[in-house]
């Protein structure tokens, strides 16, 4: 079982959708989340970074942590199609930078 | 553009063969890492390196090693190359690794195939 699970979908959804992204963990010691965007054939973009149970808003974005239940989340209001893009949870333990990252979600948001 | 960059943004050789791959940080940053992103795996923490300094080891293969210059430029050395090493290949940097979770700006990659 992988430390990190997260659906790869691909999931398709029609302009001005609201889009949930959900990643579960199963290591306890993850303290640190991040969502990083990632454009076909570009490197990964952080996007949110939360370090506490709750949301964190930014803009159309907000990530929120559950570390009771080992489960974040992202969600993307009023969606473009500039959204389009694989979303990747990564989270961490320690000072040392070692992210853990899921397996990305594809999402594409149609006109 | 996140400042980080990598070279060559592709490279195709065959089996058995060695490649470098090269990264040059964003200007201030200490911190280099690298990771390996292919369909089946993800994206996968490979090594990372701090002012010169290992500083921590992912799931890299004996056959992978890495170092980071003075100038703090890091290279990727990957020998005795199998078809499974196919993959995109990417480079980080950060400031340093004083803040847990601290922002990693990525490069755009490097494409390896394996033939």
Not at chain 1, 10 to 37: D, H, K
Request: hydrophobic share 30%.
């Amino acid at each position: 079982q992988k430390e990190v699970e997260q659906d790869p979908g691909p999931l398709s959804v029609p302009e001005g959708a609201i889009v949930s992204l959900n990643c579960t963990y199963s290591n306890s010691a993850f303290q640190y989340f991040m969502w990083y965007r990632q454009y076909s054939r570009k490197g990964p973009e952080l996007l949110m970074y939360t370090y506490s149970s709750g949301n964190k808003e930014d803009g159309r974005f907000t990530a929120q942590v559950d570390k009771s239940s080992k489960y974040i989340s992202l969600f993307i209001r009023d969606s473009q199609p500039s959204d389009s893009a694989t979303y990747l949870c990564a989270m961490t333990s320690s000072n040392t930078g070692k992210l853990i990252f899921g397996q990305g979600t594809t999402l594409q948001v149609k006109p | 553009d996140s400042g980080v960059t990598q070279t060559p943004k592709h490279l195709i050789t065959a089996t058995g063969q060695r490649v470098t791959l090269r990264c040059s940080p964003r200007s201030g940053d200490l911190s280099v890492y690298w990771y390996q992103q292919s369909l089946d795996q993800g994206l996968q923490f490979l090594i990372q390196y701090y002012n010169g300094e290992e500083r921590a080891k992912g799931n890299i293969l004996e056959r992978f090693s890495a170092q980071q210059f003075p100038d703090l430029h890091s290279e990727l050395n990957l020998s005795s190359l199998e078809l499974g090493d196919s993959a995109l290949y990417f480079c980080a940097s950060s400031v340093d690794t004083s803040l847990p979770g601290e922002t990693q700006y990525f490069g755009p990659g490097t494409r390896l195939l394996v033939l």
